[in-house]
């Protein structure tokens, strides 16, 4: 049953930051970011000290940083750089918005082949490095970690959170990624890994799995489809951007190899630029 208490308390707060909804407080928290007055943020920012959350100046350091937690802004686990209370709150008060940003899925190649040559604890020693250099990657270009299971990598590249850069941030990030696994070691790549990076529209809220199992907060729609038909048609070591990639993020890639692809589902061809470890994006 809903809590009366909270149930007013959050009416109240809408009223008080000036939306209407649950479904504009989400587009506004995913599209602007800090979705507080910023009295309260510069309030925050009293308490010691850093580092803090990028989005509302909460302390994770210092005497501060369990003031912080006592109000619910602990760091997040998709992303250390941001708290957990907007998560949070999501997950309590389901709902969601249709919004731009950048994603980007990251497969390894070969997985079921890799598998069979090495006993399972070897295999999953490898994939638990996977998901460690991954996990830093993502962290340190601001996405927010939506999934990190089986043989891939997601990463949402959310402009209220990574800044209006977000198509930029998500082709660094997958270029870095296969910096990390080896891709430009001379040696060759300890994990052969193909990275698809997208920019669209998408729902992106808080999702509630059967029998009280938990809200997660994930991206829905047609573009989140064609990103990870993007990534499982890159090959170890290359990254397939889409057009839409490419315009948002401002790239100067003319002379790299660009594909048509033929995806599942879809009736037109997707147009993507080819991307490798070498490769380094300018603007025009």
């Keep these: 049953m809903p809590n009366p208490i909270r149930t007013k308390i959050y009416e109240m707060y809408l009223k008080a930051i000036g939306v209407k909804n649950a479904d504009e ?44 937690r006592l109000i619910g802004k602990p760091p997040s686990t998709r992303n250390p750089h941001f708290c957990a209370a907007c998560e949070n709150f999501m997950t309590r008060h389901q709902g969601g918005a249709e919004i731009e940003l950048t994603m980007l899925f990251a497969d390894v190649r070969g997985s079921t082949l890799l598998a069979e040559q090495m006993s399972a604890s070897d295999f999953s020693r490898l994939m638990k490095r996977f998901y ?38 998500a082709v660094q990030a997958a270029q870095e990624l296969l910096h990390v696994t080896g891709h430009r070691d001379p040696g060759g790549a300890w994990l052969p890994v193909g990275v698809g990076v997208h920019t669209g529209v998408a729902y992106l809220g808080a999702m509630e799995g059967s029998r009280g199992t938990g809200a997660d907060i994930t991206a829905l ?64």
């Design 25 to 68: 407080l989400y587009r506004r928290i995913w599209s602007e970011g800090e979705q507080g007055h910023s009295l309260g943020r510069h309030l925050i920012g009293l308490l010691p000290s850093n580092p803090r959350c990028r989005l509302c100046n909460a302390p994770f350091s210092g005497f501060g940083a369990p003031l912080a």
């Design 132 to 169: 460690v250099v991954a996990t830093e990657v993502l962290v340190k270009t601001d996405a927010l970690i939506d999934k990190l299971v089986g043989d891939e990598v997601i990463g949402l590249f959310i402009p209220g959170y990574t800044g209006p850069e977000h198509a930029r941030q």
């Design 221 to 284: 729609g047609d573009n989140v489809n064609i990103t990870a038909h993007l990534s499982s048609h890159a090959a170890s070591g290359e990254i397939l951007i889409s057009d839409a990639t490419y315009a948002a993020a401002k790239l100067d890639l003319g002379h790299l190899e660009q594909r048509q692809l033929e995806l599942k589902g879809k009736s037109e061809l997707v147009h993507v630029r080819v991307l490798g470890v070498g490769s380094s994006p300018n603007r025009p």
